[in-house]
């Protein structure tokens, strides 16, 4: 099993270009997840999936749009590019609703974003 | 507003020592939590967690120990290795969703 796979690695945009990060799972997992890390700070949810068809905002949505049209998928998109966009983003995926040590996060290796 | 601090952003230990990373919380609704490594370059990986329901979770090197009247909870690693060395997520939960994170502390185990 891969795990989780984030395209790209990395990525410098331009202020207004639009980009889509791709994540995808092998593991049969129902939720997906993405999170984003800035420097000093914790990571922050943008938004998840229940399940193929279905996601919902997290904490931080603003700016990005996703779409879950398989199990495995679940891209990113960044349609008009901020600086305040720069950041390391990693997709997580999990077997239930409920983040327990049976049931933990499993992250991709991330991909760091630079907007100038 | 914060509700996981970590407030060390980093900590040097002497292999063979113990390691004591420390997390406090503002929300006495949460009731499970979690702590993540990660090194560099690669995504965070699941380390040890605990219940609201209990003060303690020992698995191998790593203990986590809970103070829900103090709200903070603890990572102890016994004995530190150099292999240990990485970034440390705190992390709590709500009813098993939505996990909130800390903001990491940087763990350097000299041999």
């Known amino acids: 099993n891969a795990g989780v796979t984030q395209t790209p690695k990395f990525r410098i945009l331009k202020i207004g270009q639009s980009m889509t990060l791709q994540c995808a799972q092998d593991m049969n997992h129902n939720y997906m997840y993405w999170y984003r890390q800035d420097p000093g700070m914790g990571l922050k949810l943008i938004y998840y999936?229940?399940?193929?068809?279905?996601?919902d905002k997290g904490e931080v949505p603003n700016g990005y749009n996703v779409s879950r049209s398989t199990t495995e998928d679940f891209p990113l998109r960044l349609e008009l590019a901020a600086p305040s966009q720069t950041s390391v983003y990693f997709c997580?995926?999990?077997?239930?609703?409920?983040?327990?040590?049976?049931?933990?996060?499993?992250f991709g290796n991330g991909t760091r974003l630079t907007v100038t | 507003d914060q509700q996981v601090k970590q407030n060390s952003p980093s900590l040097s230990v002497q292999e063979g020592r113990i390691s004591i990373l420390n997390c406090d919380y503002t929300n006495s609704m949460f009731d499970y939590f979690l702590w993540y490594k990660k090194y560099p370059a690669e995504g965070p990986t699941f380390l040890i967690s605990i219940s609201s329901i209990k003060d303690k979770n020992e698995d191998g090197r790593f203990t986590v120990f809970l103070n829900k009247s103090a709200k903070h909870l603890s990572l102890h690693i016994v004995p530190s290795q150099p292999g240990d060395s990485a970034v440390y997520f705190c992390?709590?939960?709500?009813?098993?969703?939505?996990?909130?994170f800390g903001a990491g502390t940087i763990l350097r185990v000299k041999s």
């Open positions: 997580a995926s999990s077997y239930g609703g409920e983040v327990t040590n049976n049931s933990p996060l499993h």
């Open positions: 999936s229940v399940g193929a068809g279905i996601t």
């Open positions: 992390a709590a939960t709500e009813y098993g969703n939505k996990l909130v």
